[in-house]
């Protein structure tokens, strides 16, 4: 599976937008783009995924780069419920099984 | 109503003990998996289990065993658990498999503590 490299963590404050960027250089042409986050004590949650355009749904947009190296995931608003690790994981054609990475730990301040 | 339910929520057991965690998805979906969660907080998969076939990674000791009563449960048994046993256990289940399965539900976990 390709891999994908983000940064350890980020600092946002509350209520100005965030973005979370994942590089994912050896992508290939079938994998999609699927961002998930993790608050604490609780299970990983779906954010959003992609393939080569951008999207947007309730919880943020996922913008895709033209050559599909590196994605950003945009949150429009943050706030302190948004503090999570968020991760950028890409899913083969062939597999269906999730491959996470350390992810980016996101710190909302008020 | 929770989409993807697990029990017990904690365990705490033994070395060489044997013991099962339950998970259940009330979503109708076709796909389920489970993943563990070690102290680092890295998630790796474990199985996913489509309609009966059970795909199984090949780095999980054959002392775990999925256990699949019908579509809307997937059970983990650990024989022999051991101290490196000791992680957090997510249950997730997707309505597709394949490349589409990406958007998966996940159970709120079960933390296992082998002592």
């Known amino acids: 599976d390709a891999k994908t490299t983000q940064p350890n963590s980020m600092e946002s404050n509350e209520e100005e937008p965030v973005h979370l960027p994942c590089n994912h250089s050896?992508?290939?042409?079938?994998?999609?783009i699927h961002w998930y986050r993790q608050l604490p004590s609780q299970g990983p949650e779906y954010v959003i995924h992609?393939?080569?355009s951008n999207v947007n749904n309730r919880m943020a947009s996922l913008a895709i780069a033209e050559d599909r190296k590196s994605s950003t995931l945009i949150l429009h608003r943050a706030t302190l419920r948004d503090a999570a690790v968020y991760y950028c994981?890409?899913?083969?054609?062939?597999?269906?099984?999730?491959?996470f990475g350390g992810g980016t730990r996101l710190m909302v301040k008020p | 109503d929770t989409a993807v339910s697990q029990t017990p929520k904690y365990l705490v057991t033994q070395m060489g003990n044997d013991k099962s965690i339950k998970c259940e998805q009330n979503?109708?979906?076709?796909?389920m998996y489970w993943y563990k969660q070690d102290s680092k907080k890295f998630l790796k998969i474990m199985f996913s289990?489509?309609?009966?076939?059970?795909?199984i990674n090949e780095t999980v000791p054959n002392r775990f065993s999925p256990k699949s009563p019908d579509k809307a449960h997937l059970n983990l048994h650990i024989n022999s658990l051991e101290l490196g046993d000791s992680a957090v256990y997510f249950c997730?289940?997707?309505?597709?498999?394949?490349?589409?399965?990406?958007?998966?539900?996940f159970g709120p976990g079960t933390r296992l503590t082998v002592t």
């Open positions: 997730a289940s997707s309505v597709y498999s394949g490349p589409l399965s990406g958007e998966q539900y």
């Open positions: 050896t992508i290939s042409g079938t994998d999609y």
């Open positions: 992609g393939l080569t």
């Open positions: 994981i890409l899913t083969s054609n062939a597999g269906n099984m999730l491959t």
């Open positions: 979503l109708g979906h076709d796909t």
């Open positions: 289990y489509n309609n009966k076939e059970l795909i």
